[in-house]
């Protein structure tokens, strides 16, 4: 048989420099298998005594791939959905995708230890039995409240009962896993690049056969809040550091916060009914990278999900068997390979990217800017095309965004992006903290309603849609988003007024209520 062997990156480019190590059992050679070492194109020319092939892909700059292949009567099935082997007649053409998506190195200490230096991996704390989680990523159960739409309660009462809501029970951990992956090169002779944290969620249920892909970016990190500064190419401080006197990796916590304990987002899209890769980038020393432009985020959103469904963490036909294990404190998948199987990685997924707070420019540049500097960020290794991303990007939502350039220069973003395909929709959540003008820009006042007509100490809210519902529009008065723990009546609740200033609020509301419209 002529066996034939290609590689490529995730946009379909071949990588003729990568080396492909294949082991098989030959005819009449005994137990012992036979191992080869070819290039891409290169034809093995082998008598299989088994219809079994075990190869593995290295290359400079991108994570090593192991394939193991078996030929049946229906085909030929990969333990690796990032690889497939079609035969016709006495040729077998097996061709593989790597990528630059790896699993983050974790490591372990006691919670009580202090830290001396950079570990130069994420902390992993062992819980009790057999559960090791990154540092305070626990996936409790949690009973939270969803805002609902119309989000009109009784705004002349207190905390929630001023808002259209439900009590939605959320079973964290059956639902799926908080991951931390890094992006980019490991490592690339001669030549220091950057690498980028990103934490993910990874759904057990099965995915849409197009995945549905949330994007998040939060407020930038700056070194007077707390994050440790760090320079271009980002191999110091970022992202493993432990400020002095401490016991936590504010970029790691960051993910950690936002998507898990703070402001429960990955709870508040369960509580209304999506089910997708959530992916949240931990941006190095204030500065995104690639990662707020058009082929930059396009390369990340697909590198992430080529990684997951070629590791089989997720995918579209059942609940993945692969899980990740942090047990003794160091990242690996169990089992190391997933079934046999014809699943292969989608080429397409649908897109919702959004924003919190000044995280909403990263948005904002995405929306108009299509170039990445190539000098810092190789092409090779972080570009995709626009397209890839324009062409998949169905929602954005800004929550209590802030531009740096102003309200007028972020809707008119806003607008431009949307005029370019009618599948796109627009959801708006805004406290008084960000929002100062007379007009939205984004939803004709005419459609919008406030409630009440006269505020009650300040209180009110304001909804309002546009014809076509492509476009929402949610106004809160800082009053409405406020409480007092210590007023008579006060309930403790997931998200609890009176916890959270009324900017911070919103996110801890806003995502339940933007997921509960359908995509389109």
């Known amino acids: 048989m002529l066996i034939k062997f290609d590689v490529s990156n995730v946009n379909g480019g071949p990588l003729p420099a990568a080396r492909i190590k294949v082991s098989y059992t030959a005819t009449g050679t005994g137990p012992e ?33 192991r394939f193991l292949f078996a030929g049946s009567g229906a085909g030929w099935l990969s333990s690796n959905p990032a690889g497939q082997a079609v035969q016709q007649g006495t040729q077998l053409d097996v061709t593989t995708t790597i990528g630059t998506v790896r699993l983050a190195p974790t490591t372990t200490v006691r919670p009580d230890e202090k830290l001396v230096g950079n570990p130069r991996a994420a902390l992993v704390d062992h819980v009790g039995g057999a559960e090791w989680i990154y540092r305070g990523a626990r996936h ?12 009109f309660g009784d705004l002349t009462a207190m905390d929630w009962k001023r808002f259209n809501h439900s009590r939605v029970q959320v079973p964290l951990a059956r639902h799926g896993r908080f991951v931390l992956l890094e992006f980019g090169p490991q490592q690339v002779a001669g030549r220091r690049l950057p690498r980028f944290l ?78 997708p890769i959530v992916i949240m980038p931990s941006q190095p020393s204030t500065d995104w990278g690639p990662l707020d432009t058009q082929p930059g985020l396009a390369r990340l959103i697909k590198e992430v999900v080529r990684f997951l469904y070629a590791r089989q963490l997720v995918s579209s036909r059942t609940s993945p068997l692969v899980k990740l294990s942090l047990a003794g404190g160091r990242s690996s998948l169990f089992p190391p390979e997933g079934r046999r199987t014809d699943e292969r990685v989608p080429r397409a997924f649908t897109a919702t990217v959004s924003g919190f707070s000044a995280g909403i420019n990263a948005v904002v540049k995405a929306c108009t800017t299509d170039r990445i500097d190539e000098k810092r960020y190789p092409p090779d290794l972080f570009y995709a095309p626009p397209g890839d991303l324009l062409d998949n990007w169905r929602e954005l939502w ?114 339940g209520h933007a997921a509960q419209f359908p995509l389109r």
């Not at 939205?440 to 459609?447: A, D, H, Y």
């Open 398 to 511: 800004d929550i209590d965004g802030v531009d740096s350039d102003g309200w007028d220069h972020m809707t008119s973003a806003f607008r431009g992006w949307q005029s370019q395909s009618a599948r796109r929709t627009l959801r708006s959540y805004h406290s008084q903290t960000t929002y100062h003008v007379a007009q939205n820009g984004l939803v004709p006042q005419s459609l919008v309603v406030r409630q009440p007509r006269a505020p009650v100490k300040g209180v009110f809210a304001e909804q309002g849609q546009t014809t076509d519902g492509r476009v929402t529009w949610v106004h809160f008065s800082n009053p409405a988003l406020e409480g007092d723990k210590k007023a008579p009546g006060h309930e403790p609740t997931i998200p609890e007024f009176g916890s959270l200033d009324a900017h911070h609020f919103v996110p801890a509301i806003a995502f």
């Open 198 to 275: 990103v934490a993910t969620w990874v759904p057990f249920k099965p995915l849409a056969a197009v995945p549905e892909v949330v994007v998040f970016y939060s407020p930038p990190t700056f070194a007077k809040l707390g994050y440790p500064p760090d320079a271009y190419p980002f191999l110091g401080n970022y992202p493993y550091a432990v400020p002095p006197s401490a016991a936590s990796q504010p970029y790691v916590d960051v993910v950690v916060n936002y998507l898990l304990t703070g402001y429960k987002i990955i709870y508040q899209l369960l509580a209304a009914g999506r089910n």
């Open 33 to 65: 298998p036979t191992t080869v070492t070819l290039g891409p194109g290169e034809v093995l020319d082998a008598s299989l005594a088994l219809n079994q092939l075990e190869v593995q892909v290295s290359m400079e700059g991108f994570a090593g791939e």
């Open 140 to 151: 409790n159960d949690e009973t939270i409240r969803r805002l609902d739409n119309p989000v």
